[in-house]
């Protein structure tokens, strides 16, 4: 199992972080995502034989967008 954080720099309320938290959650390989309360990150556990970390970016860009459009 490897780990990802990246930054989710223009997320502001605890809604839109849920939403994007649930929606990563559904994507096959990601183990846990956890959000990183206050530093405005997200890390994320995967499974790499499943998924690729350049994967994971893209979907979490592509959930950030549809949360904020």
Known sequence: MKM??????EVAC????GKIKRGMQKYCGVETVKILSGSGKIQISFNEKM???EV???NLYKL??????
């Open 4 to 9: 990802i954080e990246l930054a989710l720099n």
């Open 56 to 58: 994971i970016k893209r």
């Open 64 to 69: 950030t967008f549809r949360t904020f459009d």
């Open 14 to 17: 605890s809604g839109c972080i």
């Open 51 to 53: 998924i690729q970390s």
